[in-house]
């Protein structure tokens, strides 16, 4: 059975707007989502990890603004699952996880395992056969493995190359089409 590793930020919930609307209205800027271009872009507004996690944090307890990063997000999930095992794998911290599983309630996704870890840098080293994944720093981890990695494309993940194991998908519909066809050997 098909293995499969679903990230919830940015693949899932479209939080970078949410943050985007909390930091905006406090900063006074008019920062938009097509200049979030490094994954680490919070070091070029001079701000800390620990407080974009803050804003981070403060868009999930506010969690009905978040909106899916697709129409009928649901639905694809669920046809993802008629491939196989599909896990939420997360490194969310874990004072958000009520309003993160709420909000997944809210949607209608359902998922056979919501799975928590403590970086997402370790992703590849855990027993999924495909990631599908907004991050950059998961590429390497997974060609090394021989996983795949249906990379959910973001303007922060653009510097990533494909590969025999780095897909770039534009969306869950791209995932399935890729999984229905893809032989693991």
């Not at 707007?17 to 008019?30: D, M």
């Not at 994954?39 to 307890?61: H, T, V, Y």
């Not at 939420?88 to 809210?106: G, Q, S």
Request: net charge negative.
């Amino acid at each position: 059975m098909l293995r499969i590793a679903l990230d919830l930020d940015g693949v899932l919930a479209d939080t970078m707007r949410a943050w985007l609307k909390i930091w905006n209205r406090r900063s006074g800027e008019k920062l938009e989502y097509k200049d979030l271009v490094e994954w680490d872009f919070w070091k070029r507004l001079g701000i800390s990890e620990s407080a974009f996690m803050e804003i981070m944090n403060e868009a999930w307890r506010m969690w009905k603004i978040i909106p899916p990063t697709e129409s009928d997000i649901s639905e694809k999930v669920s046809k993802l699952r008629e491939l196989g095992k599909v896990d939420i794998v997360t490194a969310r911290p874990r004072e958000t996880e009520k309003y993160v599983l709420e909000w997944l309630e809210h949607h209608g996704i359902l998922y056979d395992e919501y799975v928590w870890i403590r970086s997402s840098r370790v992703k590849p080293k855990l027993d999924y056969d495909v990631f599908i994944d907004d991050s950059p720093l998961l590429a390497d981890g997974c060609i090394l493995r021989r996983k795949l990695l249906l990379l959910y494309d973001q303007p922060w993940n653009k510097n990533v190359n494909e590969d025999r194991y780095v897909k770039r998908i534009k969306g869950l519909d791209e995932a399935l089409e890729i999984l229905s066809g893809w032989d693991r050997s």
